[in-house]
C-alpha cells in the first residue's frame, strides 16, 4: 500500500516548455488535489477533482491544467511554464467531498520543480 | 473569506519542555474541521490531529493536544514532551462544510519549530 506517489520528485524547466506531473493513489479515494508551496506561504490549491471525470479549479489555476485520467490518476500539466511556476508542488487525495468536517487528505513526497 | 492565521514563523523550544503553536481562523460558518499537519525537512505532510466545530472536547493524539476555544477562533497545538525529532513546520488548516462552501482546505503559512538539546 503506497498511499499517494507522485513523479517526478524532481525537475529543472527552462521557460517556456512543457511538462506533465503524475500523481496516482491506491487508497480507493474519491478525491485528489494539486497544491503548490512556495516559500514563507502555505499550501495553495491549484485544481482538485472531487470525483473522478471531474476537475474544479482552485486558488491558483492560472498557467496549469490538469486531467483525472480515472479514479487513481491525476496528473497536472504546465503548458508554457514559467519562473514564477519554480514551487514544490504536492499531489493529496481524501476519501471525498462530502460535507462532514474530518476528511483528511493524505500527500505525496511532492515534485520540486525550477524554471529557469 | 476563510482565513488561517499562524502568528509564529519561527520558535525554538528545549527538548522537553512543552511547546504550543498558534493558530486562529476567521469564518462564518458553524460548521468545520480544523487539522495540523508536521512537514518535516524531507518534504512529506503528515496529519497529526483533527477537530470538529462541533465537538465539545479537545482533541488529543498521544503527545498532541489541540486547545480548541471557539469563541476566540483559535485552534492552537500543543506538544507536550518535545523532541528533537518534532523540528519541523506545522500548519494549521482549515475545512468548511455548511451548505453552499466548497469543502476545500485553507491552509495557514506554517510556524517553524526548532527543538533544542
Known amino acids: 500500500n503506497a498511499g499517494v506517489t507522485q513523479t517526478p520528485k524532481f525537475q529543472v524547466l527552462k521557460t517556456g516548455q512543457s511538462m506533465t506531473l503524475q500523481c496516482a493513489q491506491d487508497?480507493?479515494?474519491?478525491?485528489m488535489y494539486w497544491y503548490r508551496q512556495d516559500p514563507g506561504m502555505g499550501l495553495r490549491l491549484i485544481y482538485y477533482?472531487?470525483?473522478?471525470?471531474?476537475?474544479d479549479k482552485g486558488e491558483v489555476p492560472n498557467g496549469y491544467n490538469v486531467s483525472r485520467l480515472n479514479k487513481r490518476e491525476f496528473s497536472l500539466r504546465l503548458e508554457s511554464a514559467a519562473p514564477s511556476q519554480t514551487s514544490v508542488y504536492f499531489c493529496?487525495?481524501?476519501?471525498?467531498?462530502?460535507?462532514?468536517?474530518?476528511?483528511?487528505?493524505?500527500f505525496g513526497p511532492g515534485t520540486r520543480l525550477t524554471v529557469l | 473569506a476563510q482565513k488561517i492565521t499562524q502568528t509564529q514563523p519561527g520558535m525554538f523550544v528545549q527538548e522537553k519542555e512543552a511547546v504550543t503553536l498558534d493558530c486562529t481562523y476567521d469564518?462564518?460558518?458553524?460548521?468545520?474541521?480544523l487539522f495540523w499537519y508536521k512537514q518535516p525537512s524531507s518534504g512529506e505532510m503528515i496529519f497529526l490531529i483533527y477537530?470538529?466545530?462541533?465537538d465539545e472536547q479537545n482533541a488529543t493524539e498521544g503527545r498532541y493536544s489541540l486547545n480548541f476555544q471557539k469563541a476566540r477562533k483559535s485552534a492552537n497545538l500543543v506538544i507536550s514532551a518535545s523532541q528533537l525529532g518534532d523540528s519541523a513546520m506545522y500548519f494549521c488548516?482549515?475545512?468548511?462544510?455548511?451548505?453552499?462552501?466548497?469543502?476545500?482546505?485553507?491552509w495557514g503559512a506554517g510556524t517553524k519549530l526548532i527543538i533544542k538539546p
Open positions: 469564518t462564518s460558518d458553524q460548521s468545520y474541521g
Open positions: 493529496a487525495s481524501s476519501i471525498g467531498l462530502a460535507a462532514v468536517s474530518y476528511n483528511e487528505q493524505f
Open positions: 477537530q470538529g466545530s462541533y
Open positions: 487508497m480507493n479515494h474519491n478525491s
Open positions: 477533482s472531487a470525483s473522478e471525470g471531474t476537475t
Open positions: 488548516a482549515m475545512r468548511e462544510v455548511s451548505p453552499g462552501s466548497n469543502y476545500q482546505l485553507i
